[in-house]
């Protein structure tokens, strides 16, 4: 059993406790002593999903930062963050996916804001941070000493952190780098940034279930070079024609963009259109990509799992996510055996699925009472 689901069971175990709901001596001798243990549990484990079934399971309202600014972190980059929600409640930083993707104010409605004090930030040439789609000094290494930087900034002692597909990805390396600053985890969509996942995505294991939109991604780079998409696309989006760099960021974001939910969702295969966006998102993607994350090892987030063991985590994983297949949120479950594990039968990648939202949302409410008791800071 889970740490989560451990502390779940003895709070629902206390529940069930009075000697009413126990099986009586004459029950006890007929059943024998190894049915009466597997029949109390069962009632117990039985209680524990129904107590989580109670927990909330849709997005808070909207809400604005009550604070935001610019952290220079070197001499050439500057990123945006905000804070929002509770200023003496528990910090929770969210760290978003691409890398390049941004932040943007829905990912505010995933945490009460009466009990959390919720931070976002854009990561080094995404989203509001500046310089835009800036690959220079931009690594993992460097996303780590950021986050860090930005908790004292914020004078933050310990956060939740809260990461989804390559949020997931930095999640993990910041938490083995700085477990001593980390509450609690929710992973959803997970990334490790293997060769196996990239070729599972970039170099055609993916056309297979979106054979239409690998086309238009594929027949972008001539015959030749179609051995590795990664460093074909990588020559256009470093490369000295506007237009062709323009084109292939474009192309780059929407093969993700339709992909990414398990029902085709016209808004987010929009975002592609922007210039602005697809350029930083691709760019960035790219890069980190084709250096392999920066990791010195294929397994690198797998082989240091123990350095996060003891950190209460909930892993959200969609059963059909195209971007991030379950492969790795499985690996992960198989290393990591302590950390809740929750598969969404019917959802794709995208934290805006309806079953994975739900079930990011409760686990936020989850964390609440097993984490923190239910009670603000004092």
């Not at 109390?40 to 604005?64: S, T, V």
């Not at 056309?207 to 991604?217: N, Q, R």
């Amino acid at each position: 059993m889970t740490t989560v689901a451990h502390s779940l069971y003895i709070c629902c175990y206390s529940s069930l406790g009075s000697l009413k709901s126990a099986p009586n001596s004459r029950q006890r001798k007929s059943m024998g002593p190894g049915s009466v243990i597997l029949k109390f549990k069962a009632r117990a484990q039985n209680k524990a999903l129904e107590i989580e079934e109670n927990y909330r399971r849709e997005l808070y309202p909207e809400i604005e930062p009550y604070s935001s600014g610019f952290l220079e972190v070197s001499d050439l980059h500057s990123l945006y963050w905000e804070q929002s929600g509770n200023p003496d409640g528990y910090p929770v930083v969210f760290l978003h996916g691409g890398p390049g993707a941004g932040t943007d104010g829905s990912n505010r409605r995933f945490f009460d804001p009466n009990f959390f004090r919720i931070v976002l930030f854009d990561q080094r040439g995404a989203g509001k941070s500046r310089p835009q789609a800036c690959l220079k000094d931009n690594t993992t290494w460097e996303l780590i000493k950021d986050i860090e930087k930005l908790r004292k900034h914020l004078d933050v002692d310990k956060w939740q952190v809260f990461g989804g597909s390559w949020g997931s990805t930095l999640a993990l390396a910041y938490a083995q780098s700085y477990a001593e600053h980390v509450t609690a985890m929710i992973l959803r969509g997970i990334f490790l940034l293997r060769k196996k996942e990239i070729d599972w995505f970039y170099e055609g294991g993916a056309s297979a279930i979106y054979p239409d939109a690998w086309e238009k991604f594929c027949n972008f780079i001539p015959e030749e070079e179609r051995d590795n998409f990664v460093i074909a696309y990588a020559k256009r989006l470093n490369g000295d024609d506007p237009q062709e760099k323009n084109s292939a960021a474009k192309i780059w974001t929407k093969w993700e963009m339709m992909t990414s939910h398990l029902l085709p969702n016209e808004e987010y295969m929009r975002k592609g259109d922007d210039n602005e966006f697809s350029l930083a998102f691709a760019c960035i993607e790219n890069h980190y990509f084709k250096n392999k994350a920066f990791f010195p090892t294929d397994s690198f987030l797998l082989d240091n799992v123990d350095k996060i063991r003891h950190i209460p985590t909930i892993i959200v994983q969609g059963r059909y996510d195209i971007c991030c297949p379950m492969m790795s949120a499985w690996d992960l479950h198989k290393a990591w055996p302590e950390a809740e594990f929750k598969v969404i039968s019917d959802a794709g990648h995208s934290a805006k699925e309806p079953g994975i939202t739900a079930e990011l949302v409760a686990a936020n409410e989850r964390f609440k009472e097993l984490v923190y008791g239910n009670k603000l800071p004092s």
